[in-house]
């Protein structure tokens, strides 16, 4: 009976060679928001300003009110942003090469040249090569290489912010970390990184709204005068975050409540930044992407400067001067994020190393292949 009631099979038709057959279609690239674009250009920018104001600071108060204000959002800002796009990170071996190619290779070159850099422009030929000591840019690289590959743990965790703002109030009071990796920034910087990973899209849309942009206009006022009265008063080095309390010759009790205190303060500031950061494509968005390599290129000239003693002008120091060195940091820090600067410096910053791994896509094919040879040759 069974028999009876079984439909013919029916065999589809062998396709004509001759009939042109339809293509894959191939996913569209992902569209860049130019609002995210705009605010890495700007958060470059101060921060190169804020080196450059950084010699400026013991004969002018403006540029050390500035200065403090800058550092107290700058790279909150940047780490922000960092952790928002790498919610996608999950350890799968793509993002892996990505994160080695992109971040571990970057710090060993830069850490490298860096190293030689020091030894000629500042005639120091012992000054010995370190990967495990970070000097001067080359911290943030190391961090966003530890901040990443935790990242699969703070995505399963229940509260993930208070417990990276408990790690961080801890590295606070703990002088025995070292200067490994520098492992005090990692771990004090590490809540902005947990914070943009928890951020969503509407979050973006809160800030960028008109009454935000509204309210930040006298915040960031109160900022700057609270700045100009804090200047000469307060230790620079707390918004480093690279010391314990007690490596600042502070109680230890200070350095939760200052951990706690500077991350409403930046989180603040970073909430004004973002509220005026336009979201349209302007002149500058296009160098969004490579600010990577406008913040470890002016590394050299921002040291450079010090080497070789460019701040000894008396006119520097004036006025006129220290616009001029403003607009100077901001023109520099520009040319150095454009395209013919990262297509001359492409094989540092994003090298391709594909003789370094493995091909995922061959080896899964041949797995693949041989399991189906397998399955035929018992059949």
Known sequence: ????????????????????????????????DSFFDNAKYLAIVLVAMGHAWEPLRDDSRAAAALYVAVYTFHMPAFIVI??????????????????????????VLFEVAYTLFKRWADDDPT?????????YLTWFLGALFIWRLTTPLWKVLRWPLPIAL????????????????????????????VLGLCMKPEHFRIVRRREARVLALPTAAMALLFAY???????????????????????????????????????????????????????????????????????????????????????????????????????????LCTPPVQRLFRFAMEPKMEWAFKDSRRSRGGRHAGSTRRTRSTT
């Not at 071996?93 to 990505?98: E, N, Q, T, V």
Request: hydrophobic fraction near 45%; charged fraction near 15%.
């Open 229 to 335: 009265w804090a200047a000469p008063r307060m230790n620079a080095a707390w918004f480093y975050r690279r010391d314990s309390a007690q490596e600042l010759a502070a109680p230890g009790w200070t350095g939760p409540l200052m951990t706690l205190a500077m991350f409403g303060c930046s989180l603040v500031l970073v909430a004004c930044f973002f509220a005026w950061v336009p979201g349209r494509r302007l002149w500058f968005t296009a160098l969004g992407a490579g600010t990577l390599y406008g913040y470890l290129l002016h590394g050299f000239l921002a040291k450079g400067s010090r080497f070789w003693d460019w701040y000894e002008h008396d006119w520097i120091h004036q006025p006129l001067g220290e616009i001029t060195v403003t607009l100077t940091a901001a023109t520099v820090i520009t040319l």
């Open 82 to 107: 960092s952790g928002y796009f790498s919610k996608s990170f999950d350890a799968g071996p793509g993002r892996l090469r990505r994160l080695v190619t992109g971040i571990a290779v970057p710090y």
């Open 127 to 135: 000054y010995p090569v370190s990967l495990l000591d970070p000097w």
């Open 1 to 32: 009976m069974a028999d009876t009631l079984r439909l013919p099979r029916v065999q589809a038709p062998a396709p004509d060679r001759h009939t042109p057959q339809p293509q894959p279609v191939r996913p569209a690239a992902p569209k860049r």
């Open 166 to 193: 408990a790690i961080a109030a801890l590295a606070s009071i703990s002088p025995d970390i070292g200067d490994d990796l520098d492992l005090q920034r990692v771990l004090q910087f590490l809540p902005f990184f």
